[in-house]
T-cell receptor, first 117, second 118 residues
Framework: SAVISQKPSRDICQRGTSLTIQCQVD?????MFWYRQQPGQSLTLIAT?????????ESGFVIDKFPISRPNLTFSTLTVSNMSPEDSSIYLC??????????????FGPGTRLLVL | AQTVTQSQPEMSVQEAETVTLSCTYD???????LFWYKQPPSRQMILVIR??????QNATENRFSVNFQKAAKSFSLKISDSQLGDTAMYFC???????????????FGKGTKLSVIP
């Protein structure tokens, strides 16, 4: 498994501002993922962050709004830019971890709860 | 595209009883993985159980077991001897090789809110 931490755990922000969320893993991982979970909803993948390359964004998410950094194999950041109340969500990072026999699974961080006023 | 359907938005069970959460999925893939994740009020996503599609044997983890019916594309979770700490949202998820980056992409169902009643 992997131990994943996120900072901040929660924040309240004003519309028009930006917030950077940090994700730290206790081991080196190749693939990291950022998800959004809107109130009462399931998880939606925002982007996949592979160290050493540009993040790959899912349909409906763009780099200008959600820039991602992946400077090394244990760390990533997601920035929520020019926030509006519709960005109020829980943001979770996850990592892909090998579990043997060429198989992988994903473990999640504790999430960052964002409220935009 | 893969879809995951959880038809039970909410369920409740008496403590010490058994409950089964339903999940169906749709895919044209033959090689994939299925998961159940638990998200308690603390919102931490916790992996409960994992099933490889090529395995006929149903996965078990202590009080948690699955009924995997590949032909029917069904993947239900059975929780035995329910405990108060089992109260959480339960998400069924499907994982298939990611087409572009050579990695794996998770698709989640909408979740089932399970309440364990003392």
């Amino acid at each position: 498994s992997a131990v994943i931490s996120q900072k901040p755990s929660r924040d309240i922000c004003q519309r028009g501002t930006s917030l950077t969320i940090q994700c730290q893993v206790d081991s080196q991982v190749t693939m990291m993922f950022w998800y959004r979970q809107q109130p009462g909803q399931s998880l939606t993948l925002i982007a996949t962050a592979n160290q050493g390359s540009e993040a790959t964004y899912e349909s409906g998410f763009v780099i200008d709004k959600f820039p991602i950094s992946r400077p090394n194999l244990t760390f990533s950041t997601l920035t929520v830019s020019n926030m509006s109340p519709e960005d109020s969500s829980i943001y979770l990072c996850s990592v892909e971890v090998p579990i043997g026999s060429g198989q992988e699974t994903q473990y999640f961080g504790p999430g960052t709860r964002l409220l935009v006023l | 595209a893969q879809t995951v359907t959880q038809s039970q938005p909410e369920m409740s069970v008496q403590e010490a009883e058994t409950v089964t959460l339903s999940c169906t999925y749709d895919t044209s893939e033959n090689n994939y993985y299925l998961f159940w994740y638990k998200q308690p009020p603390s919102r931490q996503m916790i992996l409960v159980i994992r099933q490889e599609a090529y395995k006929q044997q149903n996965a078990t983890e202590n009080r948690f077991s699955v009924n995997f019916q590949k032909a029917a594309k069904s993947f239900s979770l059975k929780i035995s001897d329910s405990q108060l700490g089992d109260t959480a949202m339960y998400f069924c998820a499907f994982m298939t090789p990611y087409s572009g980056a050579g990695s794996y992409q998770l698709t989640f169902g909408k979740g089932t809110k399970l309440s364990v009643i003392p």
